[in-house]
């Protein structure tokens, strides 16, 4: 597999890789990066999941964020 990257992105590499190689550094990031969307997926779709349980609309969220927004804005005040 080839790779190709931005010559300031490979310097940032190379700057951390000093104590281990590209390839393992390009593998653990590529790690952490597939562990990471996994658990995003997964909190993603707990909340369609409580969504769908509860019947909230796209409007009752909108209604929570501008009550949350005023409220924020009033103690600032």
Same mark, same amino acid.
């Given at each position: 597999?080839?790779?190709?990257?931005?010559?300031?992105?490979?310097?940032?590499?190379?700057?951390?890789?000093?104590?281990?190689?590209?390839? !393992?550094?390009?593998? !653990?990031?590529?790690?952490?990066?597939? %562990?990471?969307?996994?658990?995003?997926? $997964?909190?993603? %779709?707990?909340?369609?999941?409580?969504?769908?349980?509860?019947?909230?609309?796209? !409007?009752?969220? $909108?209604?929570?964020? $501008?009550?949350?927004?005023? %409220?924020?804005?009033?103690?600032?005040?």
């Amino acid at each position: 597999m080839n790779i190709s990257f931005r010559q300031d992105l490979l310097k940032q590499i190379d700057e951390v890789a000093r104590t281990e190689s590209r390839s !393992e550094l390009v593998r !653990e990031a590529a790690r952490m990066y597939i %562990e990471r969307k996994r658990r995003m997926d $997964a909190v993603i %779709e707990s909340i369609r999941e409580i969504v769908r349980e509860r019947g909230i609309t796209e !409007e009752d969220v $909108a209604a929570e964020i $501008a009550a949350v927004r005023a %409220e924020r804005k009033q103690h600032r005040s």
